[in-house]
């Protein structure tokens, strides 16, 4: 079956640090992927997404991630982050032929700390 | 562009009482919408995708009859929850895509609290 793994539930980091979180999703000819923030009580807002080209996507806020097909991963990153990237993240995948339905990740909780 | 909107944002209700979401695509046309229903500390968990003027197709171990789901418009999908029960109680979101687009544009959601 489809799925999508975010391998860290919580990730805590100090301000101005730089942070990772991973996502790897299970293996298809093509595969469109995206990366969602949500803060507490509200909906998703997109950060980036992979439809093609360049496997490097910048998005909002300073952050980026990078399509590894060998890999199957779509890491997020942020360089530097602030208090106020502090909120759930979600990885989510379309797999190409399909009905265009979103498969997510469980989400990883990043807490930036002072 | 490519804003979605969710009414009412809250919602309190006593149970075995319906109660109806709207989910609104206000600058565009949304072929498909899409409810997802999300548990505190939880990921979301599709409950069933709806195509304008056609039945909604729901997941596995949604009960269809308990969850309505109407799409009249291309700009506008319902869900109503009937008979509202306390393990009803969620975060519900939408979202909505245009034709043609793997992109899905999400609501705001609506807190469901059942009493």
């Known amino acids: 079956a489809q799925s999508v793994t975010q391998l860290d539930s919580q990730v805590p980091v100090f301000e101005e640090a730089p942070v990772e979180l991973r996502c790897n999703y299970s293996s298809s000819v093509s595969v469109y992927l995206f990366w969602y923030v949500q803060y507490p009580n509200q909906g998703l807002q997109l950060l980036l997404k992979?439809?093609?080209?360049?496997?490097l996507v910048k998005g909002i806020n300073g952050f980026e991630a990078e399509f590894n097909k060998s890999q199957t991963s779509f890491h997020l990153r942020k360089p530097s982050v602030h208090i106020s990237d502090t909120a759930e993240y979600f990885c989510a995948v379309t797999y190409g032929g399909s009905q265009g339905n979103l498969i997510f990740g469980k989400g990883t909780k990043l807490s930036v700390k002072p | 562009g490519a804003v979605v909107s969710q009414h009412p944002s809250r919602v309190i209700c006593k149970s075995g009482t319906s109660v109806k979401i709207e989910c609104r695509s206000l600058?565009?046309?949304?072929?498909?919408m899409f409810w997802y229903r999300q548990f505190p500390k939880k990921s979301l968990m599709l409950m069933a995708t709806?195509?304008?003027?056609?039945?909604?197709?729901?997941e596995q171990g949604v009960e269809k009859d308990k969850f309505l789901i109407n799409h009249a418009s291309l700009t506008l999908s319902t869900l109503t929850v009937t008979s509202a029960h306390p393990e009803d109680s969620s975060f519900y979101i939408c979202?909505?895509?245009?034709?043609?687009?793997?992109?899905?544009?999400f609501g705001p959601g609506t807190r469901l609290t059942v009493t």
């Open positions: 979202s909505a895509r245009k034709g043609g687009s793997y992109e899905q544009y």
């Open positions: 600058d565009f046309q949304a072929t498909t």
């Open positions: 992979y439809l093609s080209g360049s496997t």
């Open positions: 709806s195509n304008e003027g056609s039945k909604a197709t729901y």
